[in-house]
């Protein structure tokens, strides 16, 4: 019987370095996954972790009013100092203002927020969308100097409200300790609408993410029901979009929580957290304190997320 000769495949030519990188990496996709990550986690580990723990570190330090040194004794001095009554007075007035800015900006944005998804079409959308973003295009520092002209007495928003029969109202606020002042750039009112014009884009765009995914035959079906539009509204849309509302308030409490600009350039003296520190680090030299006047907004800041995770703030990010 006669054999027949098979013919002899091709040798596979050699993998070069990538490819063998490529099968290797496709073979083990842990190796994939830790050179992908893994300068990013170096960077957030020894940058940003590693100075929180430095600045947590820092605050347990002693500093010496005479010699005006920092020494590595540890103590719990400067955190006993956060509950004087001038520093105490610092804390619950920023946290005043945080939260002033945060309901006030929920108020104004979630109407805007729900016109831009539920009415706007074609070129209004992007017209809103344009309007929403285009203050955040601009330098901050600018803004915040801006006002201080568009607040002064001869500028434009003491015009407006003289010529709309405002005025006896502003004076009558102004009146008040809490909000008054001699104008209202020297005011804590000028302060407050100067911190909601610079946060409330960060308002507007989680509530428009979120109203985004209300079903829209939800709406339709309570109307069937005979539901009104207030009802439909505080038993449908609101339940819905409120994970929107606190995805939004992490950003404007927060930011306002340590802002130290906007502080110094509108309104009164009075010292916020992040000027506090701005004080303390700069022309005192108290670094000590003012790691402990940071740890502060940071516990805050992490007790919030806490509880605005647990309200599904994360899933209208």
Not at 25 to 45: K, S, T, V
Not at 119 to 127: L, M, Q, S, T, V
Not at 209 to 214: D, F, I, M, Q, S
């Amino acid at each position: 019987m006669m054999s027949i000769a098979l013919p002899i495949p091709p040798a596979a030519p050699a993998l070069g370095l990538w490819q063998r990188l490529g099968v290797t990496l496709y073979r083990h996709p842990g190796l994939q996954l830790g050179l992908l990550l893994g300068l990013p986690l170096l960077w957030f580990l020894v940058v940003y972790i590693g100075s929180l723990a430095t600045l947590l570190v820092q605050s347990f330090f002693t500093f010496d009013d005479f010699t005006m040194e920092v020494s590595r004794e540890l103590t719990l001095a400067n955190y006993q100092q956060l509950l004087q009554p001038a520093n105490f007075d610092v804390v619950l007035r920023t946290l005043s203002m945080a939260s002033a800015v945060t309901l006030a900006s929920a108020v104004l944005a979630f109407p805007l927020a729900y016109y831009m998804v539920r009415y706007a079409r074609g070129w209004k959308k992007g017209f809103f969308y344009v309007a929403v973003m285009l203050p955040m295009w601009a330098s901050y520092i600018v803004k915040v100097y801006a006002w201080t002209v568009l607040l002064a007495k001869d500028g434009i928003v003491y015009w407006a409200y003289q010529h709309l029969g405002l005025g006896g109202v502003v004076d009558w606020l102004m009146t008040i300790p809490l909000l008054g002042g001699n104008s209202l750039t020297t005011s804590h009112l000028g302060r407050f609408a100067v911190f909601t014009y610079i946060w409330l884009p960060f308002m507007i765009l989680p509530i428009q993410a979120a109203l985004e995914r209300v079903p829209l035959g939800l709406m339709q079906a309570s109307s069937d029901l005979g539901a009104s539009g207030a009802q439909t509204f505080r038993h449908v849309i609101l339940p819905l979009a409120f994970p929107g509302v606190v995805a939004g308030s992490i950003f404007t409490f927060s930011l306002t929580l340590g802002d130290y600009i906007i502080p110094q350039i509108i309104g009164p003296s009075g010292l916020f957290i992040g000027s506090m520190v701005y004080t303390m680090q700069g022309s005192i030299g108290n670094m000590p304190l003012a790691a402990a006047f940071t740890v502060v907004p940071v516990v805050i800041i992490a007790l919030y997320l806490t509880g605005a995770r647990k309200l599904g703030a994360f899933d209208a990010l």
